[in-house]
């Protein structure tokens, strides 16, 4: 929401685009952070027990009570929603839970909850406005600024990690109409950024092609090589026989380290044109889906991150459930990139033996 030209009810002075606004999560009404943090509380503390919601009526400010236990209404447009709604049926803005279910007092930003942990969890402390997520990206790109309708506030809240640079990446996309965003991260990255960012789903196509690649490369580029040059192909498979020979020979004898033989075959099987072939082929793989990945990554990420905050706005029960769940199913997962990783080593011993 724009507060510009609103006056900030503790020391009178009007908002501007350059001031940080904290928004109260109980009834909406906005202050000047060094404000905030002077009074350590909200300016219409004493209201919260009426349920009255701040919201900008003929651009002035206004309190609206609560019509029954049975709605909300929304701090943006007023609109009176039912109580199970997240976000306003209007305007998309996030609301608040039933006045009457909230205890008022609430932590201060980033300190862990009070209390026993079997305790009945404060709703105030999954609030947007206490996300640094949101609030970077409220403060960056506006409050009004919105991907495929949803408040950038919530798809940072659901990114977390570098939100503010793949929030800049999806707008770009979105107002140029485009699918083409280079991402270093998703190039260098190729098939484990996608389950790093947890898009199993393009991640498992990505490595699938390449392995099909790899394995298809092992066979395939020896057996044009013996149809195009039986010579060059002959001479490979002796050394490759004779390197089964080597290892054959030394793994029965119990010795220690490899016989010397067994270098020097290596080496000329590695300077081999059909190990080189097989490598090109190989490497062009990996370069081709690393592209690929680098300019649609930002554009499968961000297919992934409306499709899921859309379907979490359907299922979820109320707003707290609604933001534990952005939290959830967003962010980054490292034990999502294990998997894979060790497979594609696995793949790597079991190739190195064929």
């Given amino acids: 929401m724009n507060y510009n030209n609103i006056d900030c009810p503790v020391c009178g002075i009007k908002f501007n685009e350059n001031d940080d606004v904290v928004v109260c999560p109980i009834c909406g009404t906005p202050h000047h952070r060094n404000c905030w943090n002077e009074t350590g509380r909200c300016i219409n503390e004493e209201k919260h027990a009426e349920g009255f919601v ?5 651009t002035e400010p206004s309190f609206t009570k609560k019509a029954d236990d049975n709605t909300k209404i929304c701090p943006r447009c007023g609109t009176k929603n039912d109580s199970f709604e997240p976000v306003c049926t209007n305007c998309g803005e996030r609301l608040k839970a039933n006045r009457q279910t909230i205890n008022d ?3 201060p930003f980033g300190a862990p909850p009070q209390g026993d942990w079997q305790a009945e969890v404060n709703p105030n402390a999954f609030s947007p406005y206490q996300n640094m997520y949101a609030q970077d990206a409220k403060t960056v790109f506006g409050d009004d600024t919105t991907i495929d309708d949803i408040p950038v506030s919530e798809v940072a809240e659901y990114i977390q990690k570098d939100s503010t640079k793949y929030i800049g990446k999806m707008l770009t996309i979105q107002n140029n109409k485009t699918k083409i965003s280079w991402n270093w991260s998703a190039a260098l990255g190729s098939c484990f950024w996608f389950f790093y960012r947890k898009m199993t789903g393009a991640g498992t196509i990505f490595m699938c092609i390449f392995l099909l ?28 026989t004779e390197l089964l020979a080597v290892m054959t020979e030394y793994v029965e004898s119990g010795a ?95 190739t190195s033996y064929i």
């Fill in 54 to 58: 701040w919201q900008m009526i003929n």
């Fill in 105 to 107: 007092t609430f932590n």
């Fill in 213 to 240: 690649v790899s394995f298809g490369a092992g066979i395939l580029v020896p057996a044009v090589c013996k149809l195009v040059n039986p010579e060059m192909y002959n001479e490979y498979a002796a050394l490759a």
């Fill in 256 to 350: 220690v380290s490899a016989p010397a033989e067994y270098y020097d075959i290596m080496f000329k099987m590695m300077m081999s044109p059909v190990v080189i072939a097989t490598s090109i082929v190989n490497v062009a793989a990996v370069l081709i889906i690393s592209v690929v990945s680098g300019f649609f990554g930002n554009y499968l990420y961000k297919k992934k991150v409306v499709k899921d905050i859309t379907t979490l706005r359907q299922v979820a029960v109320n707003s707290v459930a609604y933001h534990m769940y952005l939290r959830q199913r967003g962010n980054v997962s490292v034990i999502n990139l294990l998997l894979p990783i060790m497979l594609y080593m696995m793949y790597t011993m079991l």
